[in-house]
């Protein structure tokens, strides 16, 4: 399968969007890219660094940034931050490829990131409160800018990523050329 257009996985902290996003590239082989690796790089600093000295702000306008330079490329797999879905301004870009909602619950969620230092959000006494915050004004963002939603709790990534491609392949994504 060519692919026509960036698909854009898109969906909360832990839900996978990483690794299903490099399984995805495999079996297209085409390009993976995930943004917040491209932030840390053109920052040349970690996330929790750039939150700490710059703020949730300047983490966001690096994430705007940031994805305007990966669309700007030929086609390829995009894993975004969970709170890419935010900015007005993101939520155009995000429309110019095929977007892939993965759908998890915040059980889900926080087994996937209970020990994870790198995501400053979660960095708090409880957590769960704060997923389920984000998910409360999240959700119906990710909900509307969903071209394909995909539920990933309890299934192993690749079988999430086999759905995935089978939506791909729907000619209503006009996404395949053979
Ligand atoms: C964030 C999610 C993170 C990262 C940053 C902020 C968010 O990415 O961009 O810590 O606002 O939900 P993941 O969704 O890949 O964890």
Redesign the pocket.
């Known amino acids: 399968m060519l692919l026509q257009k960036h698909v854009i996985l898109i969906?909360?902290?832990?839900?996978g969007?990483?690794t299903i996003g490099r399984f995805i590239s495999e079996q297209l082989t085409c390009p993976f890219v995930?943004?917040?690796k491209v932030?840390e790089n053109r920052a040349g600093a970690s996330?929790p660094w750039i939150?700490d000295i710059e703020g949730?702000q300047g983490?966001r306008e690096r994430?705007t940034a940031a994805l305007d330079e990966v669309l700007r490329e030929p086609p390829q797999i995009i894993?975004?931050?969970?709170?890419?879905i935010?900015k007005p301004e993101n939520q155009k870009m995000l429309q110019q490829g095929i977007t892939v909602y993965l759908v998890t619950s915040i059980e889900q969620q926080l087994e996937r990131?209970a020990k994870d230092k790198?995501?400053?959000?979660l960095q708090a006494e409880n957590p769960e409160d704060i997923l389920a915050g984000?998910a409360q004004t999240?959700n119906p963002i990710y909900e509307r800018l969903a071209d394909i939603e995909v539920v990933t709790n309890c299934k192993p990534p690749k079988l999430v990523a086999q759905e995935i491609l089978q939506h791909l392949s729907e000619p209503n994504h006009e996404n395949s050329s053979s």
């Open positions: 969906g909360p902290m832990g839900a969007k990483s995930d943004l917040d932030i996330i939150f949730e983490f994430e894993a975004t931050g969970g709170g890419c935010l990131t790198n995501r400053p959000l984000l999240r």
